[in-house]
């Protein structure tokens, strides 16, 4: 762990219990943008590929009313 950088990670799972991160991003404060905007852009990223999860979940951080629609 590096203090000041923030890794934000998409992570999947199926149903089987296999597991792999899906995409990442470096929280960086100059691109003027939240967590959530970040999050919003890599869920948005892995539908595009062809992804359709049943559920996604997330921490706390996350559960910002755009997320939760």
């Known amino acids: 762990m590096v203090k000041g950088i923030n890794l934000i990670t998409l992570y999947y799972t199926d149903p089987h219990g296999h ?5 990442y991003r470096i ?7 939240t967590k959530n905007d970040y999050f ?3 869920l948005a990223e892995v539908l595009a590929w062809g992804l359709q999860p049943a559920f996604v979940t997330g921490d706390s951080w ?6 939760l629609r």
């Open 62 to 67: 996350y559960s910002s009313a755009a997320n």
């Open 27 to 33: 929280y960086d404060k100059a691109a003027n943008k």
């Open 40 to 42: 919003q852009e890599m």
């Open 19 to 23: 597991h792999q991160p899906l995409d």
